[in-house]
């Protein structure tokens, strides 16, 4: 339970209906990733997104919103699924559940609307996300993307290049189901592993060892593209007592897929 917190159960998880409310996701996305003015998502996209089929999901301590979710609707070989842009959670209330509990309610709207697929990027050296998305909500992911958004103004960024797997949450997959629905976590036969050291985050803040950062970031990178054209996808994350993060890459015995994604290279 967080110290500031009245009690993280007291947290209400629904869409967002105003403008006001909008506004407080623009404002909770600017404190979050502290972007500079020009990359932040401007409060027309929250607009829009609203009006095209997305989804703007808060999670509110009563009024004040402390985290929300936010996706576009896209289309690939024929498919409709959701992109989810952007996952917050206001600091003082992160590793409570907020951010699963945000991703659950986009899939049961997902599939009450009939959607599949459910994708989004992330950092492949956040170690935190990348058990969230794979371990904790069953995301696969089986492509890389190098700098996706080139240059980012966001020091979470570290001023590295933009780097991101993309995640596919397959909503009605098996893997999802049991896991979400029955809480049987999926077997895995790992045939690679990758590694991300749990110093990752101080050497991404430290001008004078993010050198360290990159290294394992260029390395990584090479990793991925290497084994993704051979079948693997990473399917599973392992954390140690001491931090250190462990891709787990392996054949997905599932057949979900939109075909060959080939606009991320
Ligand atoms: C990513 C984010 C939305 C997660 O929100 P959250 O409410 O803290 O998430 P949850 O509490 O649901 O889950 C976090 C999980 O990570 C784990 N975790 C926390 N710190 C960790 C760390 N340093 N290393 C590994 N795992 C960690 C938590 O234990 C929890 O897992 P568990 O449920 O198995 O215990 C939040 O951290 C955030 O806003 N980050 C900055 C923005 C961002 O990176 N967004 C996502 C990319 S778009």
Redesign the pocket.
């Known amino acids: 339970m967080t110290p500031t917190a009245p009690g993280v159960e007291q947290i209400t998880v629904r869409k967002c209906e105003s403008i006001e409310e909008f506004r407080a996701c623009v404002a909770l996305q600017k404190e ?2 502290n972007f500079d003015d020009v990359d932040l998502v401007p409060l027309r996209l929250f607009v829009v997104g609203q009006k095209i089929g997305g989804q703007i999901i808060g999670a509110f301590d009563g009024k004040e919103l402390v ?1 929300f979710a936010f996706s576009v609707p896209g289309a690939r070989t024929g498919h409709s699924y959701l992109h ?8 003082a ?11 659950l309610a986009q899939r049961d709207d997902a599939v009450r609307r009939g959607f599949e697929l459910m994708e ?4 492949p050296l ?7 998305n794979l ?2 909500l069953g995301a696969i992911a089986r492509r890389y993307s190098v700098n996706h958004y080139g240059d980012s103004s966001s020091p ?1 960024q570290g001023g590295l290049p933009t780097d991101r797997l993309v995640a596919e949450w397959w909503l009605k997959s098996k893997r999802v189901v049991n896991l979400i629905d029955c809480g049987e976590a999926p077997r895995i036969d790992a045939e690679k592993s990758i590694a991300v050291p ?1 110093e990752i ?1 101080a050497w991404k803040a430290s001008a004078t060892e993010r050198h360290k950062a990159a290294e394992v970031q260029k390395r990584n990178r090479q990793e991925f593209l290497q084994a993704f054209p051979h079948g693997l996808a990473a399917l599973g994350y392992e ?1 140690d007592a001491a ?1 250190n ?1 462990k891709f787990l890459l392996g054949r997905w015995d599932e057949t979900w897929s939109y075909g060959p994604g080939t606009e991320e290279k």
């Open positions: 979050v990733w985290g989810s842009h952007m996952l917050a959670v206001r600091g209330w992160r590793n409570h559940g907020l951010g699963r509990r945000l991703k989004w990027t992330f950092d956040e170690i935190k996300n990348a058990h969230l371990v904790r979470l749990a985050y954390r931090g993060g």
